[in-house]
């Protein structure tokens, strides 16, 4: 094949590649949206099902749960990117204290392709200190449109979108401002 011809297959190949990777990103869940029914697996890990207060349930809805508003984190078991954000995340989680215990919010990660003996891991070594529930089959994350992880939401209970981003969100703040605001 001639050089200039490579790089033409070359370029047409990378182009497909980054308009496929942009068409995906236009199909995740957006501000304003509401998520197909998530079937999330109780989790198996200690005190987790308790605090999510879904506990002796196989499984349950976001539409299960007792709470105003939800922080959602999509995370991949062995994704670096998430055990970047995963400090800050604990960070928020240790804010969030008091109103969890009011009821006003929930926070999990949502472990793609995780399983059981993974997600406990990860909480026996305390690497996450909120609860962390298992999607081993991928069907959630494909409901979800697939993002890449870290990718991190806010939403209600009926499941309508209040906030995402993907990749890292260190922004603690900012994040805390947008829940306080939610939950106005």
């Given at each position: 094949?001639?050089?200039?011809?490579?790089?033409?297959?070359?370029?047409?190949?990378?182009?497909s590649?980054?308009?496929?990777?942009?068409?995906?990103?236009?199909?995740?869940?957006?501000?304003?949206?509401?998520?197909?029914?998530?079937?999330?697996?109780?989790?198996?890990?200690?005190?987790?099902?308790?605090?999510?207060?879904?506990?002796?349930?196989?499984?349950?809805?976001?539409?299960?749960?007792?709470?105003k508003?939800?922080?959602?984190?999509?995370?991949?078991?062995?994704?670096?990117?998430?055990?970047?954000?995963?400090?800050?995340?604990?960070?928020?989680?240790a804010?969030?204290?008091?109103?969890?215990?009011?009821?006003?919010?929930?926070?999990?990660?949502?472990?793609?392709?995780?399983?059981?003996?993974?997600?406990?891991?990860?909480?026996?070594?305390?690497?996450?200190?909120?609860?962390?529930?298992?999607?081993?089959?991928?069907?959630?994350?494909?409901?979800?449109?697939?993002?890449k992880?870290?990718?991190?939401?806010?939403?209600?209970?009926?499941?309508?979108?209040?906030?995402?981003?993907?990749?890292?969100?260190?922004d603690?703040?900012?994040?805390?401002?947008?829940?306080?605001?939610?939950?106005?």
């Amino acid at each position: 094949m001639r050089p200039f011809a490579t790089l033409t297959l070359f370029c047409s190949l990378l182009l497909s590649v980054l308009a496929g990777a942009a068409l995906a990103a236009d199909n995740l869940p957006a501000p304003g949206q509401t998520l197909s029914t998530l079937s999330l697996k109780a989790p198996a890990f200690g005190q987790d099902a308790k605090e999510l207060g879904v506990a002796g349930k196989k499984t349950f809805r976001l539409q299960d749960l007792k709470t105003k508003v939800i922080v959602l984190e999509v995370i991949g078991v062995y994704c670096n990117e998430c055990a970047k954000q995963v400090r800050a995340f604990n960070t928020l989680y240790a804010r969030l204290a008091r109103r969890m215990q009011s009821g006003e919010v929930l926070m999990f990660a949502l472990a793609a392709g995780g399983n059981d003996l993974e997600v406990e891991s990860l909480r026996k070594t305390a690497i996450y200190k909120y609860p962390v529930v298992a999607d081993e089959t991928y069907k959630n994350h494909k409901l979800l449109h697939e993002p890449k992880t870290p990718f991190t939401m806010l939403v209600t209970p009926a499941g309508k979108v209040l906030y995402t981003h993907l990749g890292i969100d260190d922004d603690i703040e900012g994040l805390l401002a947008r829940i306080k605001e939610a939950l106005k």
